[in-house]
């Protein structure tokens, strides 16, 4: 009978280890608020007028905007997709919207329904092209981006609608005690939203898929049919904040939300979903939205010019993305 003999000490970790697994995460979430707090005091102590309500309320009003597109292209990038034709989308969901109402004398909740079946009709296919004919989302977007943006002019021959209905404009311009009526619809989105990605099948298939497709397919994931749905969901929203966006200018207008869907990405990807796939919150999205809402906001207010604020948002999106490629380089070393 052999005594089993005994095995060396481990090594003790060292202070970095334990803080990986001993539960002090680094946390993507504080790491953002605090950057949101540093820009709120540099731009408090450069203007008098940005802590106060009404500044606040201002952020509120045109911040949902944002963010319910970027709810939509969060769930897309966690599927391991992208859609960049969520500012297009916007545009012509208000112009839809807009001529109903104006040139055909539809009801004003018709009308409204109609701009947002054609968010979901574009999603649809967006989707198809990916999942169907397996055109590269990146591809596929892009070209429904011109496409839908030139649609939105020919409907219109280059011109705004006027959309003054008082229940369309209560849409983006109202206030429930004092809150304005899109960031509450945009809070209630995310709280849906999160509980899917959280709590439901659906959401955590969405990981799976993004993080790796070919062992979702192995564990009977219906991959296509998830792609074909947040892409749906994609259009879906990206078409509701067209609607915030021209109850807001009480128009529809072709020429709304250009340029909106690098803001949405880069929002996106600063919350820390990754562009490869697989990893994203919407808490995060959320923060990031507020984040550059709010950069564009001090920006205004202590004034930079507006093309310097453009230069502004490219540096910003370009930061996410290299802060993306860290994540991911770090968690694979890891």
């Known amino acids: 009978?052999?005594?089993?003999?005994?095995?060396?000490?481990?090594?003790?970790?060292?202070?970095?280890?334990?803080?990986?697994?001993?539960?002090?995460?680094?946390?993507?979430?504080?790491?953002?608020?605090?950057?949101?707090?540093?820009?709120?005091?540099?731009?408090?102590?450069?203007?008098?007028?940005?802590?106060?309500?009404?500044?606040?309320?201002?952020i509120g009003r045109t911040l949902p905007i944002i963010g319910i597109i970027a709810i939509g292209e969060t769930l897309v990038l966690i599927?391991?997709?992208?859609?960049?034709?969520?500012?297009?989308?916007?545009?012509?969901?208000?112009?839809?919207?807009?001529?109903?109402?104006?040139?055909?004398?539809?009801?004003?909740?018709?009308?409204?329904?109609?701009?947002?079946?054609?968010?979901?009709?574009?999603?649809?296919?967006?989707?198809?092209?990916?999942?169907?004919?397996?055109?590269?989302?990146?591809?596929?977007?892009?070209?429904?981006?011109?496409?839908?943006?030139?649609?939105?002019?020919?409907?219109?021959?280059?011109?705004m609608n006027q959309l003054t209905h008082p229940a369309f404009l209560y849409l983006g311009r109202g206030n429930i005690a004092g809150v304005p009526v899109p960031f509450i619809l945009m809070i209630l989105f995310y709280i849906v939203f999160i509980f899917v990605l959280r709590n439901m099948s659906f959401g955590r298939d969405l990981y799976a898929i993004g993080g790796n497709p070919m062992a979702a397919r192995l564990a009977g994931i219906t991959s296509n049919r998830n792609l074909m749905i947040v892409f749906v969901l994609g259009g879906f929203l990206a078409g509701f904040g067209g609607l915030v966006q021209a109850s807001q200018l009480a128009a529809g207008s072709p020429q709304a939300a250009v340029g909106l869907e690098f803001t949405v990405i880069a929002a996106v990807v600063l919350g820390g979903t990754s562009l490869a796939g697989g990893k994203g919150t919407l808490i995060g999205t959320l923060i990031g939205v507020v984040i550059l809402r709010t950069l564009d906001n001090g920006l205004i207010l202590i004034g930079v010019s507006s093309y310097y604020q453009i230069v502004a948002r490219g540096a910003v999106l370009i930061l996410a993305v290299g802060f993306d490629q860290l994540r991911t380089r770090w968690s694979t070393r890891r």
């Open 1 to 58: 009978m052999t005594t089993p003999t005994a095995s060396p000490p481990a090594t003790p970790p060292n202070m970095w280890e334990r803080l990986q697994a001993g539960g002090v995460r680094f946390n993507n979430a504080v790491s953002l608020l605090a950057i949101y707090v540093i820009i709120c005091i540099i731009f408090a102590l450069s203007s008098p007028y940005f802590l106060t309500v009404e500044n606040f309320i201002n």
């Open 79 to 159: 599927a391991g997709g992208v859609d960049l034709s969520v500012g297009s989308v916007a545009a012509l969901s208000g112009v839809v919207t807009g001529l109903l109402w104006e040139a055909t004398g539809a009801p004003i909740g018709v009308a409204a329904a109609a701009g947002l079946a054609v968010g979901g009709l574009v999603g649809y296919i967006n989707g198809a092209l990916v999942t169907k004919m397996r055109i590269n989302p990146l591809i596929s977007t892009l070209a429904t981006f011109s496409i839908i943006r030139g649609l939105a002019f020919v409907l219109t021959n280059a011109q």
